[in-house]
């Protein structure tokens, strides 16, 4: 069973950039989507960013349009999300899952694995 860990969380001032990584250990996911959520406390988990299997489709949260890019590199098992022009308002823990279905616009992706330890972001003003 294919497992995801995220990283590259930690602290940092707004206006600065964070790059996360998604990295599937006891498989391949190369033929999965996987899509990058965030969930701050008492919130419901929100949809960020979501990449087909091949970057070739990326969908964004309306939120974090224009700022955070998703990424993946196959050969590496590992999704990426570059994060600049980081705000206060991004501070959350951020996951990382496949997909059943990558979502569209106003249609939020359905997440298909469980859930890891997430990785926190944290952006002070």
């Known amino acids: 069973q294919v497992q995801l860990v995220e990283s590259g969380g930690g602290l940092v001032q707004a206006g600065g950039s964070l790059r996360l990584s998604c990295t599937a250990s006891?498989?391949?996911?190369?033929?999965?989507?996987v899509g990058w959520f965030r969930q701050t406390p008492g919130k419901d988990r929100e949809f960020v960013a979501t990449?087909?299997?091949?970057?070739?489709?990326?969908y964004y949260a309306d939120s974090v349009k224009g700022r955070f890019t998703i990424s993946r590199d196959n050969t590496k098992n590992t999704v990426y999300l570059q994060m600049n022009s980081l705000k206060p308002e991004d501070t959350a823990v951020y996951y990382c899952?496949?997909?059943?279905?990558?979502?569209?616009?106003?249609?939020?992706?359905?997440?298909?694995?469980?859930w890891g330890q997430g990785t926190q972001v944290t952006v002070s003003s």
């Open positions: 899952n496949t997909l059943y279905t990558l979502g569209a616009t106003g249609i939020p992706p359905t997440p298909a694995g469980s």
């Open positions: 990449t087909n299997w091949n970057g070739g489709t990326t």
């Open positions: 006891g498989g391949i996911f190369s033929p999965s989507a």
